[in-house]
């Protein structure tokens, strides 16, 4: 199952009359009905219903005990049935809702790392989950962990109890610190998490620090021109007019679009809001991602950061889960990992099929995904013929974590080169313009 998909349960009739269920994991309901249709169509099927398998909340009496639990089911039918089969009293069940954001990055970084110290000094994991449940200053991660305290004391698989989590980890970590919960090797890879975490913080932190002082001066920039070329300049057109002989030409120009604007100013932000709302729906589809990512690494400059930052997170996630054994499975884990759906779809569709199908060594696979740098390639082909694979990952992840700190510091300087060049050419723009103003002639008779 894709990281990030659900299962949903497919019931049609057969032409005989027959009832027929089927199952198909999806991302979304449209793609769970466009599967369901392609799976009908091609079994000669009547589609009757697609339901997806949500999380019920129960609460079940046995004697004197009363037992709270969570279950996945396509009904809440189905739950009332199979706790009255296994003999409890029924108090109630109903739809779990998870409303809990994510938790802060940093807190989430000391967890996992404070977890990996205490599981080096031997200390059993449900004791460390119990130690800092209690401690942790995050009121959706304290919830989390007390949750999935209760679901091992319950049976539940390991993996599964951080799944159901990722709301509040995030679906990747929740995943890799499932299989950590289950290997022979937490402490490392405890410790491969944490800094994984830390570094998509510092690189969203990073971004966001580097397009504020922009966005900012963008906005008061054309708030500034807004107001002298949509109100001052018309104002005093309008007040002057009957005595203006000539008017220059960069003030007529700006007065004709300034009129042009507030004439049509209601159907202008109707546009632009259906622009960008149509552009953020379609970013939203499988589709409009898949367009995304593959375009906005050919960006200059920020495109390589970007890609390198996948490539990064990539090379992290191979080698916290790669082992001789699943390779195949951790290299599509990485690749959904790396936050790039181009990538994860090159993967998934062009590099695991030719290892599967010819037996293509990693390097040549990963190459035809039209995504690595040479470097990687080339770093990549070496690893696969002596054997080390998850050691090549990891120096691969440390190189493109120090290339991009470097990056960030250039694009930063790169970005207020820019602001200092705009606010230069706005302000030519309204000098230019003011004194055009004042050297208006007039009419003095």
Known sequence: MAIGATEFRIQGKDPSGKVVQGF?????????????????HARNLTLQSIRKKKN??????????LIDGLQ??????????????????VRYVRRHWDLRGKADSNEIVSFVATSAKLLEQKIPYNEVLRILSGNVKDKNLRGALREILNDLKNG??????????????????????????????????????????????????GLVSALILPAVTSLTLFGAIA????YLLPKMAETMGPMIAAMPPLTAFTLEVSAFVQANLLLLTILTFL???????????AQGKLFLHKHMIR???VGRILRNTSSEIFCRVLGILYTSGENID???????????HYLARQIKTVAVPMMLKYGTELSSALSATKFFPDLFLSRFKTAAETGTVKETSVQLAEYYQMENQYAMKNLISIIEVSISLVIMLTMVFLTILSSETASIDINTY
């Open 227 to 230: 107001f002298y070329a949509l």
């Open 56 to 65: 019920f909340a129960y609460r079940v009496r046995r004697g004197d005990k």
């Open 24 to 40: 198909v994991t999806a991302t979304s309901y449209l793609e769970a009905r466009r599967k369901a249709k392609s799976l009908a």
């Open 275 to 285: 622009s960008l709302g149509g552009f953020y729906g379609y970013v939203l589809t």
């Open 72 to 89: 996945s089911a396509y009904s809440r039918s189905e739950v009332v049935s199979a706790l009255k089969k296994l003999g409890f009293e």
């Open 156 to 205: 539940t698989d390991s993996r599964e109890a951080f799944m159901r989590q990722s709301p509040v980890f995030g679906t990747h970590v929740a995943m890799m610190l499932g299989i950590a919960s289950k290997s022979g090797d937490m402490t490392s890879i405890f410790r491969s998490v944490a800094l994984l975490v830390e570094r998509q913080a510092d690189f969203r932190k």
């Open 330 to 340: 951790a290299i599509q884990m990485a690749s959904e990992a790396s936050g790039n």
């Open 299 to 301: 960006i200059p400059y």
